[in-house]
């Protein structure tokens, strides 16, 4: 019985403070880059109205009541970049940078349109919005839309409760909640 609690904290560990970038596995990859203070695997929702009167249905919601599955990443983020071995474009200086994967192809309007929508939010003593400034298409196994927010803008420490990032694609919303008290790498706040 003991082992298997062993076991099990072992593979709950942080190991992104426990071991060095270049001995991270797939498993440990796909680990940061899904389920990881830096990540957030969800559901898009729609923007539509999902219980419409029935009245005008007969009875039946003829929009679904979510969107595509999807994962927003916190793409600046040291412990993401260590496990994608490359930087980000050079016109994410200076900025914060998250990313949205797995939103299907957007009818040749890219992530500029979605930008307007694109916004990070403080939650704590200080409440905060900064629009973002940039975005771009990141391909790596599929799309990535990324959106960068200046640095500046957005005072983000240790003592702030949470940070919201939201944005609209289409019809569907994106809304995702990170909390900048569990995104330590090696000792430091890593975003």
Same mark, same amino acid.
């Given at each position: 019985?003991?082992?298997?609690?062993?076991?099990?904290?072992?593979?709950?560990? !942080?190991?992104?403070n426990t071991r060095p970038a270049t001995e991270w596995n797939a498993g440990d990859i796909y680990r940061l880059m899904n389920h990881?203070?830096?990540?957030?695997?969800?559901?898009?929702?729609?923007?539509?109205?999902p219980n419409p009167p029935s009245f005008i249905t007969g009875g039946r919601n003829p929009w679904p009541p979510s969107?595509?599955?999807?994962?927003?990443?916190?793409?600046?983020?040291?412990?993401?970049? !260590?496990?994608?071995?490359?930087?980000?474009?050079?016109? %994410?200086? !200076?900025?914060y940078v998250i990313g949205v994967d797995g939103i299907p192809h957007m009818d040749g309007r890219g992530p500029s349109s979605a930008r307007r929508f694109a916004v990070l939010r403080g939650k704590g003593k200080q409440k905060w919005m900064v629009h973002a400034t940039m975005s771009r298409e990141i391909i790596r196994n599929s799309a990535v839309y990324a959106f960068g927010f200046p640095r500046a803008a957005a005072p983000i420490d240790l003592d702030l409760?949470?940070?919201? %990032?939201?944005?609209?694609?289409?019809?569907?919303?994106?809304?995702?909640? %990170?909390?900048?008290?569990?995104?330590?790498?090696?000792g430091t706040l890593a975003l």
């Open positions: 019985m003991a082992a298997a609690a062993t076991r099990l904290g072992a593979a709950g560990e !942080d190991f992104w990881s203070p830096w990540a957030n695997s969800l559901q898009a929702t729609t923007s539509l109205n969107g595509p599955k999807c994962v927003v990443t916190w793409e600046s983020a040291l412990p993401i970049r !260590d496990a994608m071995k490359s930087a980000l474009p050079s016109v %994410f200086r !200076d900025s409760n949470q940070v919201v %990032f939201e944005t609209q694609f289409g019809r569907w919303i994106v809304h995702a909640k %990170f909390q900048p008290k569990a995104m330590s790498y090696r």
